[in-house]
Every structure is written in structure tokens, then in C-alpha cells.
């Protein structure tokens, strides 16, 4: 009775401190799991979204700036002119 009354007269701070120590969490194993999408799938997704950006910016340079048709860019023709340019002199 006279532990329960000690208790009681220690300011809540004292009282807080104290449960701390006392309930000190258990180390647990950490659980893994599988990835929902692997990191060879993300690979390949970035490369395929890399290359539709590409296709698409050649699209819009080709048709916008060049004044050509914007599927003629598909066109290996197109890029044999293209590399002319580069392998000429």
C-alpha cells in the first residue's frame, strides 16, 4: 500500500520515463517479401518507354520542323538520307 502511494505522488514525467524502459521492444525478424514487379521488368519498361519517347520526338521533329509526313520517320529510307548526309562529305 505504501509502494502504491509513492507511485502516485511522482510527477507523470518521472511516471513516463520509467514504462519506457520497462517495455522495450522485442527485436523481430525483418520479413520480406516478393516485388510486385521485378527490377528486370522495370528495366525493360524504362527501355521500352525510352524508345516509344524517342520514336514519338523523331515523329514530332520530322513532321513540325522538317515539314515531312510524321510516319515517314518509320520509313528506313528516310533514315538511309539521313546518314547520307552523316558518311558524305
Known amino acids: 500500500m505504501v509502494q502504491n502511494q509513492a507511485e502516485m505522488e511522482r510527477p507523470n514525467r518521472e511516471r513516463a520515463n520509467r514504462d ?3 517495455k522495450k521492444p522485442k527485436k523481430r525478424m525483418r520479413h520480406y517479401t516478393a516485388r510486385r514487379v ?3 521488368v522495370r528495366l525493360l519498361l524504362v ?3 525510352a524508345l516509344i519517347a524517342l520514336i514519338v520526338g523523331a515523329m514530332v521533329g520530322y513532321a513540325g520542323l522538317g515539314g515531312g509526313e510524321a510516319l515517314d520517320v518509320l520509313d528506313p529510307s528516310t533514315w538511309t538520307h539521313i546518314t547520307d548526309f552523316w558518311t558524305t562529305t
Do not use: A, H
Open 20 to 22: 519506457k524502459k520497462e
Open 38 to 40: 521485378p527490377v528486370v
Open 47 to 49: 527501355l521500352l518507354f
